[in-house]
């Protein structure tokens, strides 16, 4: 059965608002495990740290609030890979994930220390909610952050795939991608490419958590935890290897969700995370290097 | 005869001096005795002056803090209400509290082991039955009544912990009877057909909005969509866009967490004005978004903190929570002040503070007093049915109380 046919245009539309966010995610998350070989799943409290500067800085100007988003989100990016990847660089992989674990927990207990305090969890951000108005484009409702999200994912990644092919950064960032000791006996700076690859991570997740706050303007400690995961999962589908094959992997999963949840029966989607998750493991039974990588286990760039 | 006469004299004398030595002894004793006996009064009096005591395990700086925080500040004063006046049975109540650190499982059964073995006579726990098990379930195994300010579904009880739940109640309203409530409410507004988007997350949510449509269609309402949605699944903004295209009366949910600004703000950037109803999850203003504004949102709860509700005691108890920094956020601090009245009333009425003998006596509680309005529970059902709801409307971002509202039946669902 086609399941497109049982979907109806609403349903596309709000899937690809949900699929370019997540594809935002996954560039943030491609980048960084591209360079320092880390799958960052503090990745979300990076967005949770942005959401919550919004809803503190909701009396400001918008563009001050988004300004404070940034910074907030660039430094705590910068701390974390200073504080903890930085010390952890020649550690397994499995200890720096099982370190983004611990860094995702405190970041999350942090801040529910800090938001309960007034005995209420949540705290509103509001800074750009005109962007969730909508549009009628043939009788389909597409709210404009739909359209900035796909947008914000477009030029982001057109940006990047500039900076990465026609910069010396970039270079050096492709070629710490490819093989990092050699990279460094080369003359690469390990540290200037894996701080600009971490700050490029954050702007991203700034970018998100602005995205995300207009149509759940509710920021709790778990915001975009869940999401995270999931973007994860996608960036696992996609092809971890490849940032672009994330970024696809990232922007799948999240329209397939969107989907998904439009073809099950409307008081069903209690099922929605099983029917996703087992799309994911077909693909991965089907496609274990990735849904987007060329051939199975190919060599191909990581960045 | 002189003799006699000495020998009688002396006789007497010594029968004299007998009765003034045995009615000093008499003397003695009695002031022995009712000394022993004063002690023994003093003693029985020391013993019935003991402390009642409530232990109450409870999160305070976790993911349940805005529940139980504003409960146990409640039913603090409330305690010092009633022992201002004499306290229970010639005793004063005590709580000692155990904090569970956002409801570790393992810190919550030492709580609850801790608060047994300081002598806890009742043992009160956090509003969630989930994060309540441990505690529950250390108290019912050693025969003292659990109870829960404000559970929200009937599984505080026997449906949920077996033949020991019957020492398990929550003051806070069972979930089909809140949804009850919302169908009569609507009805009662002229709305005759409902959109309804459920969330799926937990089930309280879901089981207040099957009672509503349960209810609602029994008074001859019509469900005109269906939507669900779940907490972290990113699927509300799906929900709202086809409840959106759905022309209903009124849109029903049960929510809270981010889904709820979600929900609201979702349909009205899409410039729908269709009222929205919410239970007792989404009482409060601190969700509210600052754009667009909340308007035409109406929830169903235990009381008005808005300054407006219709009952004295209530807005006495919140005066005094806001004295205290405490100020509630939601109407849901007044079951902590009405937990403490049931389980006294309890206690009076089965002279006791044995488990079972309270869990008998709550079973039978119909109509029963309480801070902010009625008890009811029966074997069935261990969460309160039948109170009376405040309703609270949100206009322009202004909230107030606009009505009460019972449900007058608890439907099958």
Redesign the interface.
Known sequence: MNVLAVVDA??LV?AV??GAVYALMAVGIGLVFGVLRLVNFAYGQLVMAGAYTLAFT?TWPVAGSIAACFAVVIALSLLMERAVFRPLRTSSPAVMLVTTFAVAFLLQSVA??VD?R?????E?A?SV??L???ISLAGV?V?KVTLVAVGVAIVALGLLALLLGRTTIGLQMRAAAADFRTARLLGVRADRVIAFAVVLSGILAAAVAVILTV??????P??A???TI?VLVGVVVGGIDRLWTATLGGFAIGFA??VI??ALP?????F??SAVFALVILVLILRPAGLFARGRGALVERV | MGTRDRAIRRETGMTARKRWNAAGIALLLAAVVVAAVGTTVGGGATKVQAPIIIGWAFDSRGNMAPFDNPALAAARIQVRAINAKGGVLGRKLQINVCDTQNNNPTRAKACARSLLGTGAHVIFTTCDVDFATPVVQEAINRGKLAVAACIGTDQMGPKRFGAKGKLAFSFGNVAQDEGSAMAEFAWRKGWRTAGIGTNTVIVYFKNVTAAFEKRFTQLGGRIVARESYATGANNVNAAVSRLNGADADVYVTSTAFGELPAFVSGLRSLGNKTPILNSWAGDGTYWNPKSPLVTEYYAVTYASVFGDDPNKAVRNLIAQLKKAGAAPATGGFVTGAAAIDGVVTAIRRAGSTDGAKLAQRLELFRRVPALGGEINFSKRFHSVFGRQYRVIKIQNGKPSYVGSVKAKVVPNI
């Not at chain 1, 007034?118 to 949540?122: A, K, R």
């Not at chain 1, 409307?266 to 209690?270: D, L």
């Open positions: 609403q349903t709000d608002g949900l909701s529910l220390i309960v007034d005995d209420t969890i949540g509103p509001s909610a005109p969730n108005q909508a409702d709210r149509q759940n303007p509710l920021v709790s778990d915001f935890l869940k999401d999931v969700t969107g949840n439009g409307t008081e069903q989607t209690v929605l995370p």
